[in-house]
């Protein structure tokens, strides 16, 4: 039922998959137990002539147990899913792998800028190399990415990685990713910047090894 969700492909998403479907499935049956009561009821108790309406106050424990013990089931469910949510905000956020790549990113009004240090790896000097909407990274190594906006808040959002991030002016956040398969995916703004928002495209190229150092030298000749 949730084969409308985007190709998996961080060594993260499967975490953030299956907190997706640990949500998507316990809300979905709470959807269909709570409609499947409503409409038992509408046809049960519907107008007969004869039968009057009465007013029920709520006041005995048998009544309220009608708001209560669905009130407590839906906090208990709560809890689960926080409980699950917290071990992968853990495993995904609150550690960040040493970076074998580190890029910069910013969001402008409508486009993704893309900083790489060049074989220096740092950053400011004459070697750094800006693209525009395309980040090329290596298959199986941690990426790091510092992400920043120059004018309005946008969200780095990297559908396929499960990765999302909102980018803003003037701080910087770094994210880390990993990516497991190799191949080209939409890097999109997540975040309504304005009018131009839906054309804020990017690329995501995931490139295997030898292609990457290939990628490296081509845009690095002398190094
Ligand atoms: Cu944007």
Redesign the pocket.
């Known amino acids: 039922m949730l084969r409308w969700l985007p190709e998996s492909v961080s060594t993260f998403s499967g975490d953030i998959d299956a907190l997706i479907r640990l949500i998507y499935y316990t809300v979905g049956a709470w959807f269909v137990l709570t409609f499947a009561v409503i409409l038992i009821f509408l046809v049960r108790y519907r107008y007969r002539p004869g039968r009057r309406a009465v007013y029920l106050p709520g006041n005995t424990l048998a009544q309220s147990a009608w708001v209560l013990v669905p009130g407590l089931v839906v906090l208990l469910l709560d809890i689960g899913i926080d409980i699950y949510g917290e071990r992968v905000w853990e495993a995904v956020k609150l550690h960040q792998p040493p970076a074998a790549v580190q890029v910069r990113v910013t ?1 402008k ?2 486009a993704w800028e893309v900083l790489y240090p060049g074989p220096d790896g740092r950053f400011g000097t004459a070697d750094d190399r800006q693209l525009n909407g395309e980040l090329h990274v290596p298959v199986h190594q941690v990426v790091h990415v510092t992400l920043g906006a120059e004018d ?1 808040i ?2 780095f959002f990297l559908p396929h990685l499960r990765l999302k991030q909102d980018a803003l002016p003037g701080r910087q956040l770094t994210v880390w990713f990993e990516a497991t398969v190799p191949g080209t995916y939409p890097l999109v ?1 997540a ?1 309504l ?2 009018t131009g ?1 839906t054309g ?1 495209f990017g690329r995501l190229i995931v490139h295997t090894p030898e292609d990457y150092q290939a990628w490296v030298k081509a845009q690095w000749p002398s190094s």
């Open positions: 969001g009004q409508f309005v946008h969200s703004c975040e910047c304005g928002h804020m």
